[in-house]
């Protein structure tokens, strides 16, 4: 359990540090972080990492795949990890 809490932490700094930088090459318009990769990341656990990105660079914030689907991607999480803890 606890590998799996460093797992989490570590995985949404990545997320967060990830948003950062694509926001970062945005404003000097230079080559990108695909999409794909952070829809990747939160799927992998780095949900919040990347919202709380999402929030605090101001970016993808007009993109409704993210604005809608990385929220519901951390929704399924919390009830995925809710089921996990009481079943197991």
């Known amino acids: 359990m606890k590998f799996f ?7 949404n700094i990545v997320s967060l540090l990830l948003m950062f930088v694509d926001k970062r090459k945005a404003k000097k318009r ?3 972080i695909p999409e794909k990769t952070f829809f990747t990341l939160a799927l992998l656990g780095g ?5 709380l990105g999402m929030y605090f660079f101001n970016h993808k914030t007009r993109h409704s ?18 089921y996990l803890i009481k079943n197991l």
Not at 47 to 51: A, K, L, P, R
Not at 65 to 82: A, D, H, K
């Open 65 to 82: 795949s993210f604005t809608l689907g990385i929220p519901v991607i951390i929704i399924i999480q919390i009830l995925l990890l809710g």
């Open 5 to 11: 809490i460093y797992y989490l932490i570590i995985i």
């Open 47 to 51: 949900s919040i990492g990347v919202y």
């Open 30 to 32: 230079k080559s990108r």
